[in-house]
């Protein structure tokens, strides 16, 4: 009866704080997840015994939670492909995730005699930028991350995530006009998307998406089990992220990815929470100031190389703000940004972009996590 209770209580409480996300207060700053982090540190100090039956509970719904997350989110991939015809863009896009990736790398590099898990925040945050939150998350899970570093790391880009968003919707878009050439429409633009919307029948599409997408983990995770590699959890990400792409190709998933994308941000949310739980935080501010260091060198870091790649390969500001965007934040914040820069050419593309990178963010960030234990100083 208390495993149904505490169960809930953490399915709950962030199907709360998503129904009720924008009554909140400073809910425009801090995002859902922040929040789901937060509750989850209140509830750990809570309950300050570790080993007890809300803490194991809480330890099967993180795991459940993110396996079935990920292939969610990834589940609208077959989308990107539209994104071959917006050359200029996917180049800026792939700009950025490099200079994400080189920046990160740098940085954790630069700190590892500073912190002794310097090789998972460099791979996590490479994560974060390229694709987004998700991608962090599901990164420091397969490295089996500490669920303090975690948190830290969230709340170290809700600050600094937050001072570019405030400077991307005034100051950067005027600045850059000086240093990158103006935006010019090349294509014929005939089509707006946005975060999809769930249609009414998003009850019966959650159970079948949750149902089929549980039978083909169990038999990837009993295989790896039989070839002894259930322990692996980052050759366990790998597959994840991989078939989950191939899947999103699928007529019936495809036609689906709108409940999927949805229903995958509630069990992030999830996540967040479940983690957060099994944390101890008395000292969770130790060692903050310095990952708040990493995480803005890592970050205004990766925009800076961004940027003079754009300026050699003469990207136009638009172009380069939108993908930063994508990069950066992800798809939701790409509407926020087209509209400040008053261009809708690039809205669709620039979601597309951000799509991408959920794709393709856990891939490079665990290769920037086996380059930095593979070549320390």
Same mark, same amino acid.
């Given at each position: ?231 692996? $959890? @980052? ?6 992220? *991989? +078939?989950?792409? !191939? %899947? =999103?190709? #699928?007529?019936? &998933? /495809? ?39 990493? $995480? @803005? ?6 925009? *800076? +190389?961004?940027? !003079? %790649? =754009?300026? #050699?390969?003469? &990207? /136009? ?53 086996? %380059? ?6």
């Amino acid at each position: 009866m208390l495993f149904l209770l505490f169960s809930v209580l953490i399915f709950g409480i962030p199907l709360i704080i998503q129904k009720f996300k924008h009554k909140i207060p400073f809910s425009s700053f801090f995002s859902p997840i922040v929040l789901c982090y937060a509750a989850g540190i209140l509830l750990s100090i809570i309950n300050k015994e570790r080993v007890n039956l809300f803490f194991n509970v809480s330890i099967y719904i993180s795991q459940f939670s993110i396996l079935v997350a990920i292939p969610l989110l990834l589940y609208g991939s077959s989308s990107i492909k539209r994104l071959s015809g917006y050359k200029r863009l996917g180049l800026s896009f792939f700009f950025a995730s490099v200079s994400s990736a080189i920046s990160c790398f740098t940085v954790a590099w630069w700190f590892q005699s500073d912190h002794t898990s310097f090789a998972q925040i460099g791979a996590m945050l490479t994560g974060l930028y390229i694709g987004g939150t998700p991608n962090m998350q599901a990164i420091g899970y397969a490295l089996k991350g500490d669920p303090k570093l975690t948190v830290q790391l969230t709340a170290a880009d809700a600050l600094i995530g937050g001072s570019y968003l405030v400077l991307l919707t005034s100051i950067v878009p005027v600045l850059t006009s000086y240093v990158l050439p103006r935006f010019k429409e090349t294509f014929a633009y005939d089509e707006q998307i946005s975060i999809p919307t769930p249609t009414k029948m998003e009850r019966w599409d959650y159970l079948i998406l949750v149902f089929f997408t549980l039978g083909w983990l169990s038999v990837l995770l009993g295989l790896l089990y039989t070839f002894k590699q259930i322990d692996n $959890t @980052a050759i366990i990400l790998f597959f994840i992220t *991989g +078939i989950s792409i !191939i %899947l =999103s190709f #699928l007529k019936f &998933i /495809d036609k689906r990815s709108a409940s999927s994308f949805k229903l995958g941000e509630y069990l992030l949310l999830v996540f967040a929470l479940s983690l957060s739980i099994q944390g101890k935080w008395s000292d969770i501010t130790r060692g903050s100031n310095l990952l708040f260091i990493i $995480t @803005a060198a890592s970050m205004y870091g990766s925009i *800076g +190389i961004h940027l !003079i %790649l =754009s300026k #050699l390969f003469r &990207i /136009d500001r638009d172009t380069f703000l939108i993908s930063s965007t994508a990069a950066i934040y992800g798809p939701p914040f790409v509407t926020q940004i087209a509209s400040v820069i008053k261009n809708k050419y690039l809205l669709m593309p620039g979601i597309l972009a951000g799509l991408l990178g959920y794709a393709i963010g856990n891939y490079v960030g665990l290769a920037v996590y086996y %380059l930095l234990i593979t070549y320390p100083s």
